[in-house]
């Protein structure tokens, strides 16, 4: 199966008053169509940094991240912003949606930014949105919505355009675990069913426990990989 | 289309803002445009009085008369009446005149006076002094008896003289010689201008002619057009007939109350400078404030892969719709009261009781007129102020990371 993300010797600094922190230490990895992994570890090991180096929103200070073989390496802003686009679905693990759009509206978002004529968009967006069980909600506002509902919305437009793959940072993590299992239940059966790419960040227990592939992480560093 | 709805609703989201802002830009749009209406017209009437009751739109004076009114700088009669002649087919009136200094004398006091001379058959109800209800006491109408004279009201009281009663004026003649001749008041004016009332009598031109010793002169041959569009046409050939005579377009001959006039526009554009500056800052303020309240927003939009360009132009059209809704309501507001205005005025004369300027008498209900080119370009720099009031906040909006804000 192809490789849809690699990381060589991937490194992230930050440096503050107290001193240098590796949030991002010397970090190999690669992905592959059909993963179901996540990214656990405690808190501050540096999961949020690395999601966002592999999702070329932020970039190392060392090493290099390849999204499809294409290296975030001296990409200007724009090409980057193409590059996660076209390339990459987000889910973050609240306020993921536009307030003033609706439901369909904010799902029309990614393909408006996208450039995609508008009579398509109901082709592309219904079906997601039957899919994530969001059909009759689709002219409400998030303010309207319960957070594992905008959980779902948030993968309605992460997955719209059908991406390499979805990073979604720690995605249950304010949801009650009623709702974090039909939610897990959910990207389990698209990773099964319509073959989305998943890689998580999490310390929730039951993620780590459905997932494929566990890469635990320590003050920046992978300390073990488990697949399963 | 997008970008705008984004805009649009956005600026619902703190609607109290919203509205405070666009409150802020129709104010002043509507204060500014209805003043600018409101100016026009009054300047249009000044104007209108100025030259009508001077140069007319062209005007024949000897050359030196614009920067020094002697007495004796005179015109012949012969020359005037042969270049109004040859504009009669143009011309709606012409007037001769005289203005002559002169000490006016009654069994009780003496004041130094302003004579004008003028053909009053010809500019009774027209000239500006000589309008219906400027005349308080006497008669307009046959005054040609070789005593006959007009007299302001305040002088009128300051010599202790009332209707019928008589006066001397003495001036000194076109021979320098002291000439004093008898008077009789057969109408007293009050125009409201202190000047006018208090110093000022209207001869018959021939009266004055006479008080001059000068049969054959005059100081002013003002000539108003039937269209003003004849005017360089009318100059040419009033200069290529002219002999010892300068000829003057209106605008030459009223310098200082176009200088009032232009002094008045500057004054309401710098009113209207400060007003845009503090309306441009309180809109920088409220769209600042709305971008800094949505970093995280900004961050998710930029994460899922917007380019920052979008997100600047998504921050520019909130400023353009607030802007655009201000000066549509305050142009709006401004269109409505404008008509109200121009057919019914604004009665100040409860306030104000003479308004005076340049010479001129302002009416006390204020009319107004339609300035499009002041309301064009009110609208235009206030659209550019919002589009302006807007970089900074896109500034800020391009400063914000997706890393940083997703935290
Ligand atoms: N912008 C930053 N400036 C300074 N230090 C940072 C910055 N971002 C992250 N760090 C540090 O990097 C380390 C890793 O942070 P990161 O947010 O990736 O951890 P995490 O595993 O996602 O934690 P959590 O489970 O709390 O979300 C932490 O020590 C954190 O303090
Ligand atoms: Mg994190």
Known sequence: ?228 | MLYFRLGFRNLWRNPVRSLISIAGIAGSVFLCCYLANIKIANHQKMIQNGVEGGPGHLALYHPDWLTEREVDNLIPVAEAIRITDSLKHLSKRTAFRLYIPALAQSPRNSEGVVVMGMELEKEILKHPLLKKKVLIKGTWHSLSGKQDALIGEALAKKLGLDIGKKFVLMVQDKHNEINSQLFRIRGIFQTGLKDMDNNTVILPLNNAQSLLRSENEIHEASILLKDINDLPESLKTARSLKDVSSVHPWNEAIPQLLAIISLDRINGMVMAMVLFLIVGIGTVNALCMSVMERTREFGVMRAIGTRQEKISLMILMEGIVLSLIGIASGLFACILLSLYTQKYGIDLSSQIKNIEAGNILLEPIIYSGWNFNAMGWISLIMLGLGIFGSLYPVFLATRVSPSEAMR
Do not use: C, W
């Open chain 1, 1 to 228: 199966m192809s490789t849809l993300i690699e990381l060589k010797s991937v490194a992230r600094h930050y440096t503050g008053s107290s001193g240098t922190v590796r949030a991002v230490d010397n970090v190999s990895l690669s992905f592959k169509e059909g993963d179901f992994s996540v990214l656990a570890g405690s808190s501050g090991s540096g999961k949020t940094t690395l999601l966002n180096l592999i999702g070329g929103i932020d970039r190392p200070d060392i090493g290099e991240v390849l999204i499809s073989g294409i290296s975030t390496q001296g990409k200007s802003e724009s090409e980057l912003a193409d590059l996660r686009l076209n390339k990459i679905g987000f889910i973050f693990q609240s306020y993921n949606l536009l307030p003033v759009l609706t439901v369909y509206e904010n799902v029309q978002f990614i393909l408006q930014i996208r450039g995609i004529a508008d009579r398509l968009h109901n082709e592309l967006i219904l079906p997601v949105l039957k899919r994530l069980g969001l059909i009759d909600l689709k002219e409400r506002f998030p303010s309207q919505l319960s957070g594992g509902q905008q959980q779902r919305v948030a993968i309605a437009r992460a997955i719209v355009l059908k991406p390499s793959i979805v990073l979604a940072d720690e995605p249950t993590a304010n949801l009650d675990s009623d709702t974090a299992d039909s939610l897990l239940d959910l990207m389990q059966s698209l990773n099964h069913e319509d073959r989305v790419t998943f890689l998580f960040s999490s310390h929730d227990p039951e993620v780590i426990r459905r997932a494929r592939t566990v890469i635990r992480l320590r003050d920046g560093k992978v300390i073990e990989i488990e697949n399963r």
